[in-house]
């Protein structure tokens, strides 16, 4: 029960100075904005990428929200960096609030303002021809909460071990980030048939492939495809990796 009250408390002090300064916050929701103006144009009558059939935005905006859980979560570590900057954060862990909580609290905060973006992102496709799925759109959600969560937590767990060395921190992020978005087929299909051997083979070695693939059956209202157990498997692989990773190194993190 305290780990659970303190993780509330973690979060809704993290979420706090967000609402108080929305600009901010009203900075980083303005990224689905510039997705959709910059794709929507290319978009109508083309087909689908993937080769499926229907309307492209079946392909194409559940690619979109990984792209976003990867590019908000990623990063989510350059606050912990701040807060250690400024001394913030050695005032927190005097506190007696549980630094598990205090990760899960982060973490949660980064996923309520990345789902906030998604349901921004559906709201404004429903003029379109983008087909949404409820049940499939949940479980998109859900997958994409799980897969959220782990990415920030992996971000934290980095800017921990980066303290001394703050610029470690962006050169990793950058150096996994990238290959992690363009070998997911997030943009692109990476198809065996389209694809030379060793592009698709480092593909299916990336978990966020798994992810996407499962995102797009689920919004596709296919919940029942092979694919989408393997999303699950992934995520929930990563989010655990994160977790447990982020709890010990905040566990280990000296004033």
């Known amino acids: 029960m305290k780990v659970l009250n303190d993780t509330r408390t973690a979060f809704a002090r993290e979420l ?44 194409f905006v559940p690619g979109m929200l990984v792209l976003l859980a990867l590019s908000a979560t990623a990063g989510a570590g350059a606050s912990l960096l701040n807060e250690m900057s400024s001394g913030t954060f050695e005032r927190m862990l005097v506190t007696p609030l549980n630094r598990a909580a205090m990760l899960v ?12 973006q998604a349901l921004l992102i ?35 767990t980095l800017a921990l071990h980066s303290r001394k060395q703050q610029t470690l921190f962006y050169g990793v992020q950058q150096m996994i980030f990238f290959p992690l978005l363009l070998l997911s087929g997030v943009l692109l299909p990476i198809t065996e048939a389209s694809a030379p051997t060793w592009l698709y083979v480092l593909s299916r070695i990336n978990p966020a492939t798994y992810v996407v693939e499962a995102e797009r059956a689920l919004f596709d209202g296919r919940l029942a495809e092979t694919g989408v157990l393997y999303g699950i498997l992934a995520a929930t692989a990563i989010a655990v990796l994160g977790v447990v990773a982020g709890i010990r190194g905040m566990r280990n993190a000296s004033v």
Not at 44 to 52: H, K, L, R, W, Y
Not at 105 to 116: F, M, Q, S, W
Not at 134 to 147: Q, S
């Open 16 to 59: 706090g100075p967000e609402l108080r300064q929305p600009a901010g916050l009203l900075f980083t929701m303005l990224l689905p904005f510039l997705f959709l103006a910059l794709f929507a144009p290319l978009l109508p009558g083309m087909a689908s990428p993937g080769g499926e059939t229907g309307s492209p935005w079946q392909w």
């Open 105 to 116: 609290g982060r973490a949660l905060k980064e996923v309520v303002i990345l789902l906030t």
């Open 122 to 156: 559906l709201a404004l496709l429903l003029p379109t021809d983008f087909r949404l799925h409820p049940l499939g759109a949940l479980a998109g959600l859900a997958l994409l909460t799980v897969f959220g969560i782990g990415i920030s937590a992996l971000s934290f």
